[in-house]
């Protein structure tokens, strides 16, 4: 997330000048280097952990890491409005109607709506402290019947009703590349006749324009809006449909 890769570099150095021997015990600048590099090594091997779990890990150690960042405050960035507007997007395309917002985290952008824009919102999430923190937030704003929260994986969420719009905001990373265009398709069943689906995501044109390839292979595309650091938001629907 960008809001997350700004906070990183706010942090101090984790790997000290080599020459301060004061931050350091190493009796050597050979061992105080090879410390550093299986720190850094160590680091690595946990962000792929981390990874490999947010994406293809059971749906309780999904939850769990989930829940332990936002219990450790990783995730407040969320609780502001980015820069990305994403909301008019939606608002645009609710028509009055119905909103799915699937992994919705604190619940930031069903808040961001214009609450005359739409008439029932739904945001899932895994987190159960995402879910309980977005509820809160509902309740303060007013808007505890308008706006309903579910504790849920998006690959075994079964809506009840037919959306508007469905929307993935920085969400869709964390579904297992093979699994993303049956899930879609399954989702596509929960629209209503001109019904879309509306997905946010970062370095689209990096690591996940696989996504973007997918999805542009299956569906049709009927909106783009990127902006300079590479985030996008963009509108599908499925093929044939008007
Ligand atoms: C980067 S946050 C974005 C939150 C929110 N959409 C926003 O823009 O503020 C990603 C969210 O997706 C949720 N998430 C990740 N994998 C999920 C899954 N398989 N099912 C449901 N939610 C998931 C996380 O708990 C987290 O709240």
Not at 152 to 158: A, Q, V
Not at 188 to 197: I, M, Q, R, W
Request: net charge positive; glycine share 8%; hydrophobic share 35%.
């Amino acid at each position: 997330m960008s809001a997350e890769r700004s906070r990183e570099t706010q942090n101090p150095n984790p790997y000290p000048d080599p020459s301060r021997k004061d931050r350091c015990s190493c009796d050597s600048p050979e061992k105080h280097v090879k410390n550093l590099l299986s720190a850094r090594f160590m680091e690595k091997l946990r962000n792929a952990l981390r990874g490999a779990i947010q994406k293809y890990g059971p749906e309780f150690a999904k939850q769990r890491l989930w829940n332990r960042e936002f219990s450790a405050g990783r995730w407040v960035c969320l609780e502001t409005t980015g820069d990305h507007r994403v909301h008019v997007h939606i608002e645009r395309y609710a028509n009055n109607g119905a909103v799915l917002d699937l992994g919705c985290g604190p619940g930031t952008t069903g808040l961001e709506l214009s609450p005359q824009a739409y008439s029932c919102y739904t945001g899932v999430d895994i987190s159960d402290v995402a879910v309980e923190k977005a509820h809160s937030r509902a309740v303060e704003a007013g808007r505890a019947i308008q706006n309903q929260y579910f504790h849920s994986d998006i690959l075994t969420f079964c809506p009840t009703q037919k959306y508007d719009v469905i929307f993935f905001g920085d969400s869709i990373y964390y579904i297992p590349p093979r699994s993303i265009l049956p899930m879609l398709r399954r989702y596509s069943g929960y629209l209503t006749a001109k019904g879309v689906f509306i997905a946010r995501m970062f370095d689209v044109t990096g690591r996940h324009r696989y996504i973007f390839d997918t999805i542009e292979r299956d569906f049709d595309l009927i909106g783009e809006w990127r902006n300079a650091d590479h985030a996008c938001i963009f509108a599908f629907r499925p093929r044939g449909d008007e």
